[in-house]
Each structure stands twice: as C-alpha cells, then as structure tokens.
C-alpha cells in the first residue's frame, strides 16, 4: 500500500509538472543565449627540396615536416544584426640574436644565433553589422578585419591551404633596387570596412581605412604619424559565380616625416563553383619611398600577374579527386633581369569530411640566377 501511494504521488506530480509545462505561455520562457561558435583549421605539410638557386652543396637540400599555420576561430551572434569573431593564428617565426664575446686578451668577436618557434597571432577580433534593405544588403566590420582583395580570393579560389595568393605573398617574386623581396599588403589589418551587395549581388562595393602595417604589428603611436591605408574594390557577377574585380589600394605611412606610400591597382577574372574554381588576377604595384621631404624618391614600378586552377573530379569518376595548379610572375621594371616567375601543380584526394590532402611540385625561377628553386610537397588541411 505504501508503494502504491508513492507512486501515486509521483504520478500526480509529473503530470501537473507536464501540464504546466503544457500551459506555460511562450513569451515566460527564458530566451536561450546565443551560443558560441568555435572551430579550428590546420596546415601540416612534408617539403622536400629538390634543387635550389643559391650556392650550397647538393647534400643540404632540406627535408622537413612543418605545421605551416593552426587556426582557432570564434563566433558568436549578439543578435539579429551584430556579432563578434576573434580568430587566433599560430605559425612560425624566425629570430636572429648577437652578442659580443671576449677572448683571453683583446680579441673580440660576435656570435650569432637563430632560433626558429611558434607564437601565436591575433588575426581576426572584430564586431560586425549586417542588415538587409530594400535597395541593397549591407556589412560593417571594426577591428583586425580582414583585408578585401586578399580575403576574396582566398575564399573563391580554395587555395589558401597550398598557398597564399600573391598579393598576400609578393615579397616572393617581386624585388626592389636594392634586392628584397617587397610587400605591397596584408591578409588582415586594424581597422574598419564597409561592404554594400546590390541588385542580388550583381555589384558590390567594398571600402576599407585600416592602419596599414597588418595584423603582426601592433600598431604605436607617433609623432606626426597621421598615415592610414585606403581600399576600394568592386566586383560584378554578371552571370552566377563569374565575378569581374576591380581593386585600388593606397598606403601612406610617416606622411609628416618621410612622406613614404605603397600603392596597386589592377584587376581580375574568376570563376568558381563547388567543384571548379579558375582565376586570375594582375596588379600594377608602385613603392616610393623618401628619407626627407627634401629628397628624391625611390621608386619601384611592378608587374604582379597570379592565376589558379582548383578542380575536385566527383562528378566525373565519382571519386574526391582534386587537380590544382598555379602559375604567377613578377616583374620590378626598373631592373634588369628581374622577373621571377613561379609555377605548381598537384593531385590530391578528400580523404574524409574535414581532411583533405595533396601532393604538391613547385618551381620558382629568377632571370637573374642559372637554376630555379624546386620544391615536392605533401599539403594536408584538417578542419576541427
């Protein structure tokens, strides 16, 4: 009889638990909280050097597993328009030192030391605004954003796991007067964009004022250092995934002091589905730089042309096949025997959702040097 009546009792509570549950009007219901997004993405690769331009002996030819980069993304909705993202970035960096030594006596000399680590970056940590009008779809962003020529190509080509895109890596084939490789922009910088799609994406205007010296210099305030970078770009879809981009970029740093700037315009052509994206992009980038305002200008004119092909062959052996291959040059017109160019191809396979893989041949070649740097990689992107 106990049992019984305890069971009776817990009867007549979950049924007016549920009942009230039942009756309980929506609007006195806690609101769930957005919730946090977050996920990562990592570049491992294997390299093998198989003949290289500079004077070493064949027997160092490196040989080397790497972890080229490891991405951990968050994101989360405020509401229906705002919502934040901070992407942290971890890859390798490169550090020299040298420290003076005294021997016995009075001999002197300094000893160098170079270590190689891995730190982590901010790349991404920005709010952002989204809203839909009648006339067109708007986007702000404030904060490391992500610059607009680099990020679009990044995302319509697919490439990004192999390589970067040229604008973003230009220090590798473009060369000033005096021998360096030169930059002309960053994946990402500290500031603020606008980005406005129109007549269902058949026109959108990007702008962008950022500080100009990207996401790995945290950037210091100085006098007379008013110089910020400004970007203009549009694109036009005429038909779907066929995009035609214009793209203007002007940096001025130090402009009270050293009146310096680093400026590209140009324009590209791409296309790109689920399963085919090819494009190609050229730019004309010019540096000046000035030690005074009383001096001459140094000036580098340049060619910079970058095209890519990225295939996954489903639909025609109903394998995860993936055929990819680059070619790209640049050219410093003010010096002879400057051009360099670079090519690549690769065969890969999605070997799972998430986790793709492919081999990889690279060859860069200079007019000024007799041999080109050639290169074979395993590339692997793992999604988490």
Not at 299 to 315: A, C, G, H, M, V
């Amino acid at each position: 009889m106990k049992f019984f009546k305890g069971l009776v009792c817990v009867a007549i509570i979950a049924f007016a638990t549920t009942a009230f549950a039942q009756e309980a009007k929506p609007e006195e219901k806690v609101p769930e909280k957005p919730k946090l997004e977050v996920g990562g993405l990592a570049y491992l690769e294997w390299s093998k050097e198989l003949k290289h331009s500079d004077t070493r002996t064949p027997d160092e030819n490196t040989n080397t597993f790497a972890i080229k980069r490891v991405y951990l993304d968050f994101k989360k909705k405020l509401d229906d328009m705002w919502s934040v993202r901070v992407t942290t970035d971890v890859g390798q960096v490169d550090s020299k030192s040298s420290k003076k030594y005294t021997e016995t006596g009075t001999t002197t000399s300094n000893v160098e030391s170079k270590t190689n680590f891995y730190t982590v970056f901010l790349k991404y940590a920005y709010v952002e605004a989204k809203e839909k009008f009648d006339f067109a779809d708007v986007k702000f962003n404030f904060g490391m954003i992500g610059t607009p020529l680099i990020g679009f190509v990044d995302k319509q080509s697919d490439y990004r796991w192999l390589e970067q895109n040229y604008a973003d890596q230009a220090k590798t084939l473009l060369y000033s007067q005096a021998g360096k490789g030169e930059s002309i922009d960053h994946s990402a910088d500290m500031g603020l964009s606008v980005e406005v799609s129109m007549f269902n994406k058949l026109l959108t205007l990007t702008g962008a004022y950022t500080n100009g010296e990207g996401y790995k210099y945290a950037d210091e305030v100085k006098l007379g250092d008013d110089g910020k970078t400004y970007y203009g770009m549009a694109t036009i879809m005429p038909i779907k995934d066929l995009y035609l981009i214009g793209i203007y970029r002007n940096q001025e740093t130090n402009d009270m002091i050293d009146d310096n700037y680093n400026m590209y315009y140009g324009g590209g052509l791409v296309y790109a589905d689920e399963l085919f994206k090819v494009g190609a992009m050229y730019l004309l980038p010019e540096v000046s730089t000035k030690a005074s305002k009383t001096a001459a200008a140094v000036e580098n004119k340049y060619k910079l042309f970058d095209s890519w092909l990225n295939i996954r062959l489903d639909t025609i052996i109903s394998m995860p096949v993936i055929v990819v291959g680059r070619y790209a040059f640049g050219e410093n017109k003010d010096v002879d025997k400057s051009k360099v160019t670079s090519w690549a191809a690769g065969l890969g396979y999605h070997v799972a959702n998430g986790l793709r893989a492919v081999v990889y041949y690279q060859n860069v070649k200079s007019e000024a040097l007799d041999d080109p740097d050639t290169k074979i990689f395993v590339k692997t992107e793992v999604k988490f």
